[in-house]
Every structure is written in C-alpha cells, then in structure tokens.
C-alpha cells in the first residue's frame, strides 16, 4: 500500500524557514518522480514544485521561484522542500504527491497534507 | 503561463449524467488528469492520460479531450460522488504543473 507522510509543518513568522519532510513507503521510490502541491482551506489546488526520480530536473512555480527548494534522498524514501522567505500568503495545506513515471506527468498518490502557517 | 478554465459549480440529479469541463488552449494535445476532493480529505486521481481509470474507481466516471475542452463524465450520479473536481496538466514549455479552478459537483 502506497503511503505518504507529511511532517515539519507548523506556525512560523514571515521571514522565516520551515522544512517539510515526506517519508514514502509502498513503492519503489527511485522509480517515480514526486511534487509538492498546496491548498489554502476552502481554495483550490496548486502545483509547488516538482523533482524527477533522481533529482536531476526540478520545477518550481512563479510564485515560490527562488525562495523553495525541492529535494530527495532516494535511499531514504524521503522528499523535502525547503521554505525559506515565508510570506503570509504561503500558508496552506502542503500535500506530497507521488507522481505515475519518472518525469512529470500527474499525481497519482497523496499524502494527508501537513499545514504551514505563517503569521506574525 | 498555461490556464485551466473549469465552471465552478455543476448540479445534477441522482441517477443523471454530469458533465465537467476543462478549457485550454490546444488541450488536445497534452495529457489530462482529474481529481476529486471531498471535504476533509486529500484528494484523489479519478482519470489519467485523459480516459484511462486507475484501480478501484467506477465506470461511471470516464473522460475526454479534444480540442481546447477535456471532459469528465460522471454517469448515474450518486450521491457520493459530491465534491470538489480539479483537471490538471503538465505544461512543457513552462516546465510547470497546472490545476483548473475546481468544479463543485452537487447532487440534487
């Protein structure tokens, strides 16, 4: 059975970093690509970021470009995403997405998301 | 940047067909993936690659693209099947993942 688990999420002032950690299980890790996508409660869905199988390409959007970074450790079955510059507008639900090959494509697996707050 | 055009809300009766669209500019010729989302919980692949079902969800649900329109079908609508449906997309010349709006599917 395909999991993923979410951790890191929590309150945090504007400015500051958080790091999100997925541990995944299941699945042969190494084998598929994996994302990050967020939800502000009671909005829609949003694409974060993106890694290939083996972290050789990864994508970002505009609005985190610069500030985000996406990560893996395929001999932990884990990904991470490293928020730095936290604005109020970036907190939401952070959901880790497994995708369904090794490049980008859609997301066939979530997790039950984890939430980032950022206030003052 | 690549938009996704959804209508935000669609009613259908019990036992009815649903209809969900997905505008994009030459849709057509990229791979399409919808999801549904019920309140309180993440939300889950109903179609890939356009039509194809993953394990364990119904028939009823099947799916389309031509065009600048991808369409999720919900046929015999039940009750469950209330929620939230995004579409989706990998947009290759941004190198960027793209969701539609959602579509609050109600059941009358």
């Known amino acids: 059975e395909v999991q993923l688990v979410e951790s890191g999420g929590g309150l945090v002032q504007p400015g500051r970093s958080l790091r999100l950690s997925c541990a995944a299980s299941?699945?042969?890790?190494?084998?598929?690509?994996m994302h990050w996508v967020r939800q502000v409660p009671g909005k829609g869905l949003e694409w974060v970021s993106s890694?290939?199988?083996?972290?050789?390409?990864?994508a970002y959007a505009d609005s985190v470009k610069g500030r985000f970074t996406i990560s893996r450790d395929n001999a932990k079955n884990s990904l991470y995403l490293q928020m730095n510059s936290l604005r109020i507008e970036d907190t939401a639900l952070y959901y880790c997405t497994k995708d369904r090959e090794i490049v980008f494509t859609g997301f066939d697996y979530w997790g039950q998301g984890i939430l980032v707050t950022v206030s003052s | 940047s690549y938009v996704l055009t959804q209508p935000p809300s669609v009613s259908v009766a019990p036992g009815k067909t649903a209809m969900i669209t997905c505008g994009g500019n030459?849709?057509?010729?990229?791979?399409v993936y919808w999801y549904q989302q019920k309140p309180g919980q993440a939300p889950v692949l109903v179609i890939y690659y356009d039509s194809d079902r993953p394990s364990g969800i119904p028939e009823r649900f099947s799916g389309s693209n031509s065009g600048n329109t991808a369409t999720l079908t919900i046929s015999r609508v039940e009750a469950g099947d209330e929620a939230d449906y995004y579409c989706?997309?990998?947009?290759?010349?941004?190198?960027?993942?793209?969701f539609g709006g959602g579509t609050k599917v109600t059941v009358l």
């Open positions: 989706q997309v990998w947009d290759s010349s941004s190198d960027q993942g793209v």
């Open positions: 299941g699945f042969e890790f190494d084998d598929f690509a």
């Open positions: 030459n849709i057509g010729r990229k791979s």
């Open positions: 890694i290939t199988w083996n972290g050789g390409t990864r």
